[in-house]
């Protein structure tokens, strides 16, 4: 079955970087766009960067263009987020998830990790 493992959250200070990853098993990695979404408590999951399959082609929240950068690598069926410049408003549980495309728009598939934790606090 499809199984996400996020890892690499933590606490961090404002001004400072992380790195998420997100190993993926149970499907065809290369055949799927990857997401990160990010949800604090009593707001909705909510798209921070998407990754294409074949051409890489990356899309970002504004809220974190110029920031965050996200990365693949197939090889190791594995999906970074790259975080810099980190600010308090980026705190929230951070998941990934394998997207479906119906021709004209991605969704997430409802497939997705335990998330983690990401805290930016001084």
């Known amino acids: 079955q499809v199984q996400l493992v996020e890892s690499g959250g933590g606490l961090v200070q404002p001004g400072g970087s992380l790195r998420l990853s997100c190993v993926a098993s149970g499907f065809t990695f290369s055949s799927y766009a990857m997401s990160w979404y990010r949800q604090v408590p009593g707001k909705e999951r909510e798209l921070v960067a998407r990754i294409t399959s074949s051409s890489g082609r990356t899309t970002y929240a504004d809220s974190v263009k110029g920031r965050f950068a996200i990365s693949r690598d197939t090889a190791k069926n594995t999906v970074y987020l790259q975080m810099n410049s980190l600010k308090p408003e980026d705190t929230a549980v951070y998941y990934c998830?394998?997207?479906?495309?119906?021709?004209?728009?991605?969704?997430?598939?409802?497939?997705w990790g335990q998330g983690t934790q990401v805290t930016v606090s001084s």
């Open positions: 998830t394998r997207d479906l495309f119906d021709g004209l728009l991605y969704r997430p598939s409802g497939d």
